[in-house]
């Protein structure tokens, strides 16, 4: 009997640790948190539910809607019940579209729909037919590619990167996909690399049109030709959706010639956000890729990107990785004055240094040139936000969640921001705490909305929980470093709601 209980007490005791680690850990820690719950008791519904939201925090609506799948079922062949209705709520809530959100706390924003429907158009991972693993970077870079391709031509709706990387590795429907994500046309396809040569199947179909394939196109070249097929591919795909031919050159960006620099840079994309340690990686594969090829634009604009991520999320002293952040973006305006992610990492970086005008200039130019990336424009909301201009900053934040449905949980932080820098304290809560984006940074700012709202208690017991998992974190420090106001008014209210919430000096 003392052994059984003693079991019974060290199980709570663990039950309760990864509860609290599931709550204030973010990303793949916290999943796994919430993973060794589930094994503890796979009959304990609160445990899945831990999961649920770990995956929907993660932009993965996909694995977390499948975790209640998997607890409905045990719940039934077990114990012959259904899940709660804090579990069903739970798996309704993660299933509420962005269209949903957006309706509730910014109403108008449909009358400004970029594209027409029929030209909306998702490019879906592409599979790697390599026969080794270590070469799926290049299949995902080649995806990212072409959608980034495709977004920078007028008349073309596509769906960001991270929505279309959600089914990565996923059985796929297409007609659902594209219910979901509310487009007309979906690209898939594979890539085989062998030595120095390259084969890229592809297929569009039109899955309105009953799921009917449009064109297939199979290309077999040598490795160096894989940015024209690229271009090939957006060619047919443009010509394809919007019925015009056109002999102009589809995309007009400096391309490099080193593989391997392209290689190391393609291997960069994917770890900058991943953690410290992975930005500290991203970071020497950059520098690299540089080495071998001094005049590659996108290795300078994702160095300048990966170090102002070191400053401004992952704790690094801010010199002189802000010198040179500055410099590496500016280097990238330079050697290519068509691409407009440089233009956007150069006007970020030049708004956290306080050049507001030279900052809003480069990001006008970044809209021009592509104003259908959501995360160019959620890097304008988050400067608009910064210089002022809140109304205008939750504008921005939406058109790019109309792009990116399934995004990362900056994007809602930036929105729930705005939304608290325009007195919409309501809309601030529902937002700041989706899953997306609760128990992140974004934490803070929920405080000051609770404090707008007179929810005293509230604020404060969130600001203790975000202090768990930052508990260094100081209001000075911040406006020091990451919080860069145009107006010493709009810094005042921060502070003075941090402060109200409890939050440290």
Partial sequence: EWLTLERQRLHNAAVRILER???????????????????????????????????AALGDKGS???????CQNLLRAELGVEPSRETAELRDQISATVRDLSDRTFPGHQEASIHDASCRIAV??????????????????????????????????????????????????????????????????????????????????????????????????????????????????????????????????????????????????SLMHQSKSGNIESRALLETAIALEPDYCEAHWRLAENLGAGYLVWSEPPEPIRRRALMHASRAVCLDPKDANAHAILGTTLHYEGRWDEAEDCFDTAIRLNPNNAEILAKLSDFKYLSGEPHEAIECALKALRLDPHPPGFIYWFLGSAQVAAGKYEDAVLTLKREETYRTTSRRDLCVALVKLGRISEARDEARLFLLSNPDWRISTTFEVEAVYKNPDDKQFWIDGFRAAGLPD
Avoid at 239 to 267: F, H, K
């Fill in 64 to 70: 977390a809607l499948k975790q209640f799948e998997t």
């Fill in 124 to 269: 879906l991972p592409f599979l790697n037919l390599s026969g080794d693993p270590d070469q799926e970077y290049f299949a995902d870079g080649l995806t990212e590619d072409i959608i980034t391709d495709i977004s920078n031509l007028p008349g073309c709706f596509v769906i960001a990167r991270n929505s279309a990387f959600v089914y990565k590795g996923k059985p796929t429907d297409i007609r659902q996909i594209a219910r979901d994500l509310e487009v007309r046309y979906i690209l898939e396809g594979s890539a085989r690399r062998a030595g120095q040569r390259l084969r890229v199947n592809v297929q569009l179909i039109d899955a309105v049109g009953g799921g009917a394939h449009i064109f297939a196109e199979r290309f077999d070249r040598e490795i160096i030709e894989i940015f024209a097929v690229q271009d090939e591919i957006t060619r047919r795909v443009v010509e394809t959706v919007t019925g015009r031919l056109t002999s102009s050159p589809i995309v007009e960006r400096r391309r490099p010639t080193n593989m391997e620099a392209y290689d190391l840079c393609v291997s960069a994309r």
């Fill in 21 to 55: 680690l599931a709550e204030v850990e973010t990303g793949d820690a916290r999943i796994a948190a919430a993973q060794r719950l589930v094994q503890l008791d796979p009959l304990r519904e609160a445990s899945h539910r831990a999961l649920m939201r770990a995956h």
